[in-house]
């Protein structure tokens, strides 16, 4: 398997301009985890989502983020509009649920967010 | 609150100097405590699961251990290519909650 594949790699762009980060995670999985990682707070859950479906997104900074997983192949997180504040690396990662039991989660190469 | 407190930040060691990074957490209900290394520019690569109080993972030079109150990882004769950031995280018992906590991470740095 491939493992979690992010896209793009790398985003530059300018304060106000939208933000578009892509994920699919491996397939079989059906949790998708979305992560921001910044010097200051470390690894920050941002939202996740089961068989598609958002359960908690209570780590979503404010209203210009917003996620969507339209099947179980891919996921969109969306930054409109970007400020220099959202620059940081963000993570997807993904599992598969075991009855009762946490497993590990699997994560991407992330995408490296520079908001000028 | 859930909290979880990783020990020293940064660690410096020579190659063949066995030293333990540590893994503090208070949390209600703990589901399974995780490590994993990250090296710089990717993700971070899972290195074990622990359950309950006792278990003991091996894995090449790394041994990781879990008490009710702490995780230690411990490392034997490291060599450079342990260098790394190892970051360690906790599942907690909470409804249908999947999210992990994770530590600030413990900055490893092996020298040849």
């Known amino acids: 398997d491939a493992g979690v594949i992010q896209s793009p790699r790398h985003e530059v762009t300018e304060m106000g301009q939208e933000v578009t980060l892509r994920c699919k995670p491996i397939?079989?999985?059906?949790?998708l985890f979305w992560y921001r990682q910044t010097m200051m707070r470390g690894l920050e859950l941002l939202i996740y989502?089961?068989?598609?479906?958002?359960?908690?997104d209570s780590g979503m900074p404010e209203d210009r983020f917003s996620a969507k997983m339209p099947n179980a192949s891919f996921s969109t997180l969306k930054i409109q509009p970007s400020e220099p504040r959202d620059s940081a690396v963000y993570f997807c990662?993904?599992?598969?649920?075991?009855?009762?039991?946490?497993?590990?989660?699997?994560f991407g190469p992330g995408t490296r967010l520079t908001v000028l | 609150e859930d909290q979880v407190t990783q020990s020293p930040e940064a660690l410096r060691l020579q190659e063949g100097e066995s030293s333990s990074l540590n893994c503090s957490y208070t949390?209600?209900?703990?589901?399974?405590l995780f490590w994993y290394r990250q090296d710089p520019g990717k993700g971070p690569e899972f290195l074990f699961t622990?359950?309950?109080a006792g278990e003991e993972k091996e894995k090449e030079r790394l041994k990781a251990t879990l008490t009710k109150k702490e995780s230690f990882l411990h490392i034997t004769a490291p060599k450079p290519e342990d260098s790394a950031t190892y970051l360690c995280?906790?599942?907690?018992?909470?409804?249908?909650?999947?999210?992990?906590?994770f530590g600030s991470g413990t900055q490893l740095t092996v020298l040849p």
């Open positions: 990662a993904s599992d598969i649920s075991t009855s009762g039991k946490y497993n590990e989660q699997f």
């Open positions: 397939s079989g999985h059906d949790y």
């Open positions: 989502f089961n068989n598609n479906v958002p359960i908690d």
């Open positions: 949390v209600s209900g703990l589901r399974g």
């Open positions: 622990l359950y309950s």
């Open positions: 995280a906790v599942g907690i018992s909470s409804g249908s909650a999947r999210q992990l906590t």
